[in-house]
């Protein structure tokens, strides 16, 4: 079954670095997404990424975070100078119909900022 | 202001019976309404949705209730199993690009 896959799955970092989240989507899949999750709480929209472009940002997405989709199999997040509070899971989701709910989410990576 | 939330954190149920997790929304203009079912250490995986003009939808073992009136959206799981142990998420689509507000969660934990 295809799948979303994420590296690195467990990243820690100090504050301050730049941080690069890899992302491959299901293969024929057009909307891309990255979520992230504190630890024990809600999932939270962070981007959406449609035909090379943002879609839709939360207040999260701030200057600081970037998304790609540098060739035609990978999606990243980039984060350029992380603070404590951007410890979290961070997933990406793939689908390939925007009108449901069905997102496909990878298994995470955990990004922790020392 | 406009939130997904859900009643209860915990949820408990002996290994057999039914489960019922429940979920209150506020934005009346979501098309879809989605359950979504998160293991430990994994990333949210999709139960079953429904649409705004639906009230019930079944699945396999699941059923999902979508009340307009009083904006509640529940899911029922049957014979519930061990392996349903997991914290579920309700979610509704309220972007134009399908993006997904999600509550806060609710752990539900199967006694063998």
């Known amino acids: 079954e295809p799948e979303v896959t994420q590296t690195p799955s467990h990243q820690v970092t100090q504050m301050g670095q730049e941080v690069i989240l890899r992302c491959v989507p299901i293969s024929n899949h057009l909307y891309f997404y990255w979520y992230r999750q504190i630890l024990g709480q809600k999932v939270e929209f962070l981007v959406s990424f449609y035909n090379n472009e943002i879609s839709e940002k939360s207040e999260i997405f701030d200057d600081q975070f970037s998304v790609e989709r540098p060739d035609g199999s990978n999606f990243t997040l980039k984060i350029r100078s992380t603070k404590l509070e951007d410890s979290a899971m961070y997933f990406c989701a793939s689908s390939g119909n925007r009108n449901t709910g069905e997102l496909f989410f990878g298994e995470g990576s955990r990004l922790t900022v020392l | 202001g406009e939130s997904v939330g859900l009643h209860l954190p915990t949820l408990s149920v002996q290994e057999g019976d039914n489960s019922i997790i429940n979920c209150a929304y506020s934005?009346?203009?979501?098309?879809?309404f989605i359950w979504y079912k998160q293991e430990s250490g994994k990333g949210p995986q999709f139960i079953i949705d429904?649409?705004?003009?639906?009230d019930k939808r079944q699945g396999q073992r699941v059923t999902v209730l979508l009340n307009k009136t009083v904006k509640h959206l529940s899911l029922q799981i049957a014979a519930t199993q061990p392996g349903d142990s997991a914290v579920y998420f309700c979610?509704?689509?309220?972007?134009?690009?399908?993006?997904?507000?999600f509550g806060k969660g609710t752990k539900l934990s199967v006694k063998p």
């Open positions: 429904i649409r705004s003009n639906m």
């Open positions: 934005n009346s203009a979501s098309d879809y």
């Open positions: 979610a509704e689509n309220r972007g134009s690009q399908g993006n997904l507000i």
